[in-house]
Nanobody, 125 residues
Framework: QVQLVESGGGLVQPGGSLRLSCEAT????????IGWFRQAPGKEREGVSC????????RYEESVKGRFTISRDNSKNTVYLQMHSLKPEDTALYYC??????????????????WGQGTQVTVSS
């Protein structure tokens, strides 16, 4: 069955960096747009970033622009989210999921499929 597995989360101090990975089985990520999402306790799930199938369309939620970078390595069937200058408000459970495009990653995350278990990112001193 199709499975996405997120990893790379952890505890980091404010200003620190982490790189999240989204690895897939039974699905070739190259043919899909991949979104990264996060959900903090008591808050709704929100779209953080998305990369299109051709990689020419990358999108970022306003608060992470200039700090986060999404990329993919098709040879490893993996999508990454490099996060720099982390802030306490970045603390959340981070997920990846797939869709045919990035048009609705911020307005309709439920369009995305194959959600993994997530990886916890905690930014705290």
């Amino acid at each position: 069955q199709v499975q996405l597995v997120e990893s790379g989360g952890g505890l980091v101090q404010p200003g620190g960096s982490l790189r999240l990975s989204c690895e897939a089985t039974k699905i070739t990520l190259e043919y899909y747009a991949i979104g990264w999402f996060r959900q903090a306790p008591g808050k709704e799930r929100e779209g953080v970033s998305c990369i299109s199938t051709s990689d020419d369309d990358t999108r970022y939620e306003e608060s992470v622009k200039g700090r986060f970078t999404i990329s993919r390595d098709n040879s490893k069937n993996t999508v990454y989210l490099q996060m720099h200058s982390l802030k306490p408000e970045d603390t959340a459970l981070y997920y990846c999921a797939v869709d045919w495009g990035c048009s609705y990653y911020s307005t309709a995350p439920s369009n995305f499929r194959y959600w993994g278990q997530g990886t916890q990112v905690t930014v705290s001193s």
